[in-house]
């Protein structure tokens, strides 16, 4: 199929789809599924008042909850798939919504719970475990819940906070639907005056073109666009932000930031320090961008001309199908395990591979992998799309062995460690493409593109961490996200993160409209922590061989059993010190150098 083709979701040929069978065999089963569902909150609510009657009640609660997890996760997740394969799509809109407004409602049934399990008096629980040892799986998920003691409110309050959970979920929604299907883009024409289709998912293609009159115009029309609705999705940041802050407060927390991070048990030093280690290797990102200046032979480099490869003439069409025998080939030092379960992923429809109109932009794996993972893709043929497809089944096999060797209860890894697995993988492709060519070109080529990584991954997402984290302050001191103070504050930014040789173009103010990570709590750091960590592992795995193979699918395999610093430590790397990322950012530096030596 040809990716420059974007058809109709009905006309998009049914190899190229994810099957979402296997979750159910039809709408008709999901609606079904969607009713039984309505009982569930009424079962939980069953137990409001005795979770510390006995061990037995509290051991048939986290059962139920477990059965919840899994039916939830299904429900939540077909709908959701269904809606971003076409966001145009009312009927699975409305799906999506149905969805929401189930969990919201079990959530609010279950909001007496972690009160209840707090009230437990700790003597008491260890009799609980002699009397039943069925808890002792439940062990991590009772600590998880009584470690936040000072932030869990009271049962009525705890409802309340969970009621708002739809609404608190808005922002996101309507951005989304704004982005990805209300806004539309005219063509961008290149130096031939040929038009080209522009839309989210196509821009990254453009940007990456050798025709710079291309590229320069797809970059005007798009912010332009962007431009035009800066005043609304302002708002919506703004609202994200205060929804955040409403949350924080209501628990006691010292701010949005605090909040997000104390969820998943990662220190605040964690994120700060990150930022700090970034900006103590900002030199190391201006060589670069002086190199990019040089080679790409530009008297002014515009932000139009970060994407374009520095190297004429080397880059080529890789077709789907080169790209997953490719990525079969690259992973093998993993085991014989992995690769046949990237096999049944590439064979029985787990992706969801070509653009189709009103599909969702960029790429993700579902998270959850029950009956297994399913893979959203907008292939485009490139580089960069064969290692897309690297990394979001580096996710999809993150989810599967964790689901498969954890409990219910701890299967669910958390966001920190999130990004490790799927940049493992591509730190892995890199280095097997490497390995297979010394013809000066191609490796040149190779080498831009792990530098665009390293580029995109920890200097990109931390200067987008250091953004999120001015918002939330903003927000704290009970500043409203104006679309002017915005493109003021990541203006800012991108001067500081680019460096002297870099024209700051005014349209890459708007920028922040467009990136949907925004709306996530406190998301895009881990991108660049998780970058740092997979480049040690991966080092690890090609230096040392099975040892660090069997440490690294311990650790995909060990799901939330303990917190996400002692998880890395595991697959050996320590985040809680800069280390990992000052270390990348030294190969960082490395490569730089020999690619002025290569040119």
């Not at 149905?98 to 008491?124: C, G, H, L, N, Q």
């Not at 029985?348 to 653009?355: A, G, K, L, M």
């Not at 591509?426 to 060519?437: F, H, N, P, S």
Request: glycine letters at 6%; charged letters at 25%.
């Amino acid at each position: 199929m040809d990716p420059k083709t974007i058809l109709p979701r009905d006309q998009v040929p049914e190899e190229f789809t994810w099957n979402l069978q296997d979750m159910y065999e039809s709408d008709e089963a999901w609606l079904k599924e969607y009713e039984a569902l309505k009982e569930m909150p009424a079962r939980i609510a069953a137990f409001q008042g005795r979770l510390g009657e006995s061990a037995e009640t509290l051991l048939e609660y986290f059962r139920l909850e477990d059965e919840l997890e899994v039916r939830l996760g299904m429900l939540y997740g077909y709908a959701f798939c269904k809606g971003d394969q076409d966001t145009g799509n009312s009927y699975y809109q409305d799906l999506r919504g149905k969805a929401m407004a189930t969990m919201v409602a079990v959530s609010s049934a279950d909001a007496f719970a972690a009160p209840e399990i707090m009230a437990v008096d700790e003597d008491r629980l260890n009799l609980f475990y002699i009397a039943q040892p069925g808890l002792e799986t439940y062990r991590r998920s009772l600590y998880r819940i009584r470690r936040r003691a000072a932030h869990i409110l009271s049962p009525a309050e705890e409802k309340l906070l969970a009621a708002a959970g739809e609404m608190a979920d808005a922002p996101d929604g309507i951005s989304g639907v704004l982005r990805d299907n209300d806004m539309k883009f005219p063509d961008a024409l290149d130096s031939e005056g040929a038009a080209h289709p522009l839309t989210n998912g196509s821009y990254g293609v453009i940007m990456q073109s050798a025709d710079r009159t291309l590229r320069r115009d797809g970059f005007e029309k798009l912010y332009d666009v962007f431009g035009q609705m800066k005043n609304t999705l302002a708002a919506t940041l703004d609202a994200q932000f205060k929804q955040l802050r409403f949350f924080a407060d209501a628990r006691g927390y010292g701010s949005t930031l605090e909040a997000s991070l104390d969820r998943t048990e990662v220190p605040v030093e964690v994120y700060t320090r990150l930022i700090e280690a970034v900006h103590g290797n900002l030199d190391k990102m201006y060589r670069y961008v002086s190199l990019r200046k040089k080679l790409l032979g530009l008297d002014e480099l515009h932000m139009y001309d970060v994407y374009t490869p520095i190297v004429a003439d080397a880059a080529r069409s890789i077709p789907f199908e080169e790209a997953k025998a490719t990525v079969l080939d690259a992973l093998s030092v993993l085991g014989e395990d992995y690769t046949a379960l990237l096999r049944e992923g590439f064979e029985n429809r787990w992706i969801d591979v070509y653009e189709n109109v009103g599909k969702r932009a960029g790429a993700y794996s579902s998270g959850s992998a029950r009956p297994h993972p399913y893979v959203l893709l907008n292939q485009k043929d490139t580089l960069v799309s064969m290692f897309t497809l690297a990394h979001e089944m580096g996710h999809a096999l993150h989810s599967y062995h964790s689901t498969k060797y954890q409990p219910v209860c701890t299967s669910d890894y958390v966001i920190f460690v999130a990004e490790v697995a799927s940049t493992c993988n591509e730190v892995l492709l890199m280095r097997y493409l490497l390995g297979k060519t010394a013809e000066k070109k191609e490796r040149a080529y190779l080498i831009n593109h792990f530098l665009d990584q390293f580029k995109g991954t920890i200097y990109r997402q931390t200067m987008f961490a250091e953004f999120e984290l001015e918002m939330g302050r903003m927000a704290e001191r009970g500043e409203t996200l104006t679309a002017d103070a915005l493109c003021e504050k990541y203006l800012a930014l991108n001067k500081l993160y680019y460096g002297p040789d870099m024209v700051s173009d005014p349209e890459i103010a708007l920028e922040w409209s467009r990136i949907p990570h925004f709306f996530y709590n406190y998301y895009v750091f881990q991108y660049a922590t998780g970058f740092s960590a997979a480049v040690a592992i991966a080092n690890r795995i090609l230096a040392e061989g099975e040892p660090a193979v069997k440490d690294y699918k311990r650790f995909l395999s060990a799901g939330s059993s303990t917190d996400p610093i002692s998880l890395l430590k595991i697959a050996g790397v320590d985040m809680s010190s800069p280390a990992p990322v000052n270390s990348a950012l030294q190969l960082f530096g490395e490569l730089v150098e020999e690619m002025e030596q290569l040119s």
